[in-house]
């Protein structure tokens, strides 16, 4: 995988807005945002009803996600090219979703939604009809999924990289700070993990920083090229931005994101838990 | 915007006394020398050292909220055809910040 490969521009969708082999989708945190108004025949998947179970904390699994893009009307054959708001962390989301489930050519929107918003491109609210199609899925590819044991194992052992802000990662914040701080779990971050927040990758604009910004941003925090990675975040979509960051722009191989992230870390019974701005000792 | 707090936004279901809120409104100023609501807008908060630490955007009235921690932050705006605007702002817990942002 590489930038040419994974990212596609503002202008190359409006290029290809009716290229029949291509699907638009749009993935927001803030779910109602679609339909506010949207790219040209894009659809919209929910990340919070389309993309998880809705009783237990996981995956919808792989018949329900064959079922899902089957009803959307996306064949196993079409470009994915995915966008979406908060500087693409659900679109980023998304795209490793359908790399788990091993969709074969998927993209993402560099600058995403902001991008073509402050761009002044077109929106509509006008949604698509896509004909059913008969998707057929692979089984998880968990070499790019970390789960919670092997999280708890890395710990000075691979890189662990802390996608959260500072404030995050060192115990003052919760939560991102546009949503209410008070929550269930202990503040704070793996021992051991570099903390190298999501937006470091990010231009103020949305768009991806350049290979060579990326390599020195991540080798400067102390990630060490000749070892396994996994990134997590608090739920496991701004490490997801990050993941696509190492794995997809810069091809860093066995890199994995723990989706289950710091709201199950920080619930955990007796797992090593740091507070402050420092990584912390193994 | 029935029901809605000065900041444009509900607070509903939000313990406001364990927050520390930065809110309020980006406007443009208009040939009336009056300010127009910018439903386009991204504000992001940076922390104290500068780094980026959550963006939203404004909603259909031009208004946005953070809940942040006690201290120093500088709200960054970001709307189409303008310079970002950077706009400094002390949050502290239990009090809400009203920041008005023209662009």
Excluded at chain 2, 69 to 75: D, H, Q
Aim: a negative charge; one cysteine or more; charged letters at 25%.
């Amino acid at each position: 995988m590489s930038r040419e490969t994974a990212l596609v521009t503002a202008d190359w969708v409006e290029e290809h807005l009716d290229d029949p082999s291509i699907v638009l989708i749009e993935v927001d945190e803030d779910t109602t945002s679609y339909d506010k108004g949207h790219i040209r025949g894009a659809i919209k998947l929910d990340w919070t009803t389309d993309l998880q179970d809705q009783v237990r904390r996981d995956f919808v699994n792989k018949e329900q996600f064959e079922a899902l893009l089957s009803d959307r009307g996306v064949g196993n054959d079409h470009t994915v090219v995915l966008y979406g708001g908060n500087n693409n962390w659900f679109a980023a989301y998304a795209y490793w979703y359908f790399k788990l489930y091993g969709h074969e050519d998927v993209k993402l929107l560099d600058g995403g939604r902001k991008k073509w918003e402050l761009d002044s491109r077109e929106l509509t609210d006008e949604a698509p009809t896509r004909e059913k199609t008969s998707y057929t899925a692979k089984d998880q590819d968990t070499s790019i999924r970390a789960f919670r044991d092997e999280t708890v194992e890395a710990i000075g052992v691979k890189n662990l990289v802390d996608v959260r802000s500072p404030d995050e990662y060192a115990g003052r914040l919760l939560a991102p700070a546009h949503l209410p701080q008070e929550q269930a779990q202990r503040a704070g971050h793996i021992p051991t993990a570099a903390n190298v927040p999501w937006s470091k990758a990010a231009n103020d604009d949305g768009t991806f920083r350049s290979d060579d910004e990326l390599k020195e941003i991540y080798t400067e925090a102390g990630v060490d090229w000749s070892k396994d990675t996994i990134a997590y975040c608090r739920i496991g979509e701004r490490s997801s931005h990050t993941w696509f960051v190492l794995k997809e722009l810069l091809g860093q191989q066995n890199v994995k994101n723990y989706d289950g992230s710091w709201t199950e870390y920080g619930s955990l019974v007796g797992v090593p838990v740091t507070l402050g701005d420092e990584a912390g000792e193994a | 915007m029935c029901g809605a707090t000065e900041g444009g936004l509900s607070l509903d279901g939000i313990d406001v006394a364990k927050e520390a809120i930065i809110q309020g409104q980006v406007v443009r100023a208009n040939v009336n020398g009056q300010g127009d609501p910018v439903g386009n807008a991204y504000v992001r908060l940076l922390d104290r050292t500068g780094e980026f630490t959550a963006e939203v955007p404004t909603s259909a009235t031009g208004h946005f909220r953070f809940f942040a921690g006690p201290g120093e932050w500088t709200l960054r705006t970001l709307a189409p055809r303008i310079q970002p605007v950077d706009t400094k702002v002390t949050a502290e817990v239990g009090a809400i910040q009203e920041v008005a942002v023209s662009v």
